[in-house]
């Protein structure tokens, strides 16, 4: 497994990113911890979320905030600073990597062993691919499938502004039974924690042995421009 601590300076990109880098493992078997930071705010929509259902499009056009979507599935989501995003490429071998449930609970476990030294309270894993802080959501979770290998992504709450998502999107279609329709600020958490410090823990629990040498620099922007950033891929639905 090889590492990369890399932010765009897009959302489309850091989402495009996600996409050349499975295709990467998919064609060379190369395995990948990357791990990023939002620098603007933008709404991420799952593969098959409807836009105008998962988003208050009106207020995310009042604040010039981008509706975008991405290619695993999962609910919609807020990004921006205070988000520690992580991206795993990772071959499916024979074991819980051959099943989405499988593969959810073998990285979600790692990711509490990863944040157990540096919480007070147990970290668990709620729903579907969700891991909790007591009862109340500090990490979403998502994947995407392909024949050799498999994204997993996630975002890590550290100091997200809870506020701004109670204003943009509506509660999701979807919710797991332990949410108990809890408005976003009651239900999610931020861990308080700095980013370096939860790098260094995924880091350990992954244990890259290098860093990723050449990254799809050209794939990324082609699919930024002819994918990411087009009406046609983000409104769909």
């Not at 010039?64 to 991405?70: A, C």
Request: with cysteine.
């Amino acid at each position: 497994m090889r590492y990369l601590d890399l932010t765009f300076a897009t959302p489309q990109e850091n989402l495009a990113c996600d996409e050349a880098l499975l295709e990467l493992g998919e064609a060379t078997g190369q395995e990948l911890l990357r791990v990023w930071q939002p620098r603007q705010h933008f709404v991420v929509l799952g593969y098959g979320n409807a836009h105008r259902i998962e988003a208050d499009l009106d207020a995310c056009r009042r604040r010039r905030i981008p509706v975008l979507r991405r290619i695993s599935g999962g609910g919609t989501v807020l990004q921006g600073p205070g988000c520690l995003n992580f991206s795993l490429i990772l071959r499916i071998r024979p074991g819980p990597l051959q099943t989405i449930t499988g593969t959810t609970r073998f990285v979600l476990a790692r990711h509490q062993e990863a944040l157990a030294p540096l919480v007070a309270a147990p970290v668990r894993l709620a729903g579907s691919s969700d891991l909790t802080l007591g009862n109340r959501k500090c990490s979403g979770n998502a994947q995407r499938r392909k024949r050799r290998c498999v994204l997993f992504h996630g975002t890590l709450l550290l100091h997200l502004n809870l506020q701004l998502m109670e204003q943009l999107l509506p509660l999701p279609a979807r919710r797991p039974a332990y949410r108990r329709d809890r408005p976003h600020q009651r239900f999610l958490i931020n861990l308080g924690l700095a980013p370096d410090r939860v790098k260094a823990a995924l880091q350990q629990v992954w244990d890259p042995t290098g860093l990723l040498e050449r990254v799809p620099l050209e794939h990324i922007s082609r699919l930024a421009r002819s994918q990411y950033a087009t009406d046609a891929w983000n409104y769909r639905l």
